[in-house]
């Protein structure tokens, strides 16, 4: 059994050569590599963001633990995009290791 590449359900089974999905209807080759496995994560502004871009934090944002946020206009380099609700990670000067949501960074 493969995980459906289109709706994420466990229940795909061979169909010949291709894999279907009872759920959805889907049906894919799981020798080609699909571009639905590719994470699309966009800024605040809209803005598609890739690995190894720079993006500026545009609202304070409070750090459980610390005892200041980080401010407003902080530059992060060299961002790195997850699956999940806090989709960057990244390193902060004076923070150290993070993960930020998209839509509290915009494009550098």
């Given at each position: ?82 699956d999940g609700d806090h989709n960057i990670d990244c390193k902060i000067d004076g923070f150290g290791a993070m993960a930020l949501k998209s839509e509290f960074v915009k494009k550098a």
């Amino acid at each position: 059994m493969k995980d459906c590449p289109n709706c994420k359900s466990p229940y795909g089974y061979p169909l010949g050569e291709l894999f279907a999905c009872p759920e959805c209807g889907h049906e894919w080759n799981p020798d080609e590599a699909t571009e639905s496995n590719a994470i699309v994560v966009k800024d605040a502004n809209g803005n598609l963001l890739e690995d190894g871009d720079n993006v500026v934090i545009v609202k304070d944002l409070p750090v459980k633990g610390a005892p200041k946020p980080i401010k407003a206009g902080t530059k992060v380099k060299n961002i790195r995009l997850t699956d999940g609700d806090h989709n960057i990670d990244c390193k902060i000067d004076g923070f150290g290791a993070m993960a930020l949501k998209s839509e509290f960074v915009k494009k550098a």
